[in-house]
């Protein structure tokens, strides 16, 4: 990849960034104004994204691919499936994982695997099953 080429997708994903950013804002805001809720803290979960950061004497690029920031004291989400719970969790900054937390626990089997598997009334039975204690 060129320099010039480099430059361009570090702008376009920051921009991409900000975009994703604004709409989750619209998003909640609709929802808190529905529920005549407001906001008690607020956390951005960027995640799948890049950062300029200092690693040692050096200032590199860090890909977050599947992951998210986890400095010290940071808060984030690392979010559960759409039958699991999420959880807000407070950034170790463990030098050891680039201060970066996994954002979800992975799939048990691919997006098209689970299509061919599951249809709509499956999705129903399982949201529909109540496991609570």
Same mark, same amino acid.
């Given at each position: 990849?060129?320099?010039? $080429?480099?430059?361009?997708?570090?702008? &376009?994903? %920051?921009?991409?960034?900000?975009? %994703?950013? %604004?709409?989750?804002?619209?998003?909640?805001? @609709?929802?808190? *104004?529905?529920?005549?809720?407001?906001?008690?803290?607020?956390? $951005?979960n960027h995640h799948?994204?890049?950062? =300029?950061?200092?690693?040692?004497?050096?200032?590199?690029?860090?890909? /977050?691919?599947? @992951?998210?920031?986890?400095?010290?004291?940071?808060?984030?989400?690392?979010?559960? #499936?759409?039958? *699991?719970?999420g959880f807000i969790?407070?950034?170790?900054?463990?030098?050891? #994982?680039?201060?970066? @937390? @996994?954002?979800? &626990?992975?799939? /048990?089997? #691919?997006?098209? &695997? %689970?299509?061919?598997?599951?249809?709509? =009334?499956?999705?129903? *039975?399982?949201? $529909?099953? *109540? $496991? #609570?204690?």
């Amino acid at each position: 990849m060129q320099k010039g $080429e480099g430059t361009e997708y570090v702008k &376009a994903m %920051a921009l991409m960034g900000r975009y %994703a950013s %604004a709409n989750h804002e619209i998003i909640h805001g @609709a929802v808190l *104004d529905f529920l005549g809720e407001t906001a008690r803290i607020t956390i $951005e979960n960027h995640h799948n994204f890049a950062w =300029k950061e200092k690693i040692g004497l050096r200032e590199v690029m860090v890909h /977050r691919k599947g @992951a998210t920031p986890a400095g010290k004291g940071v808060l984030g989400i690392i979010p559960g #499936s759409m039958a *699991d719970p999420g959880f807000i969790v407070r950034g170790l900054g463990n030098e050891a #994982s680039l201060s970066s @937390a @996994a954002h979800g &626990a992975g799939r /048990r089997m #691919s997006r098209k &695997a %689970a299509i061919k598997r599951f249809d709509f =009334k499956d999705l129903q *039975d399982i949201m $529909e099953k *109540d $496991e #609570s204690p």
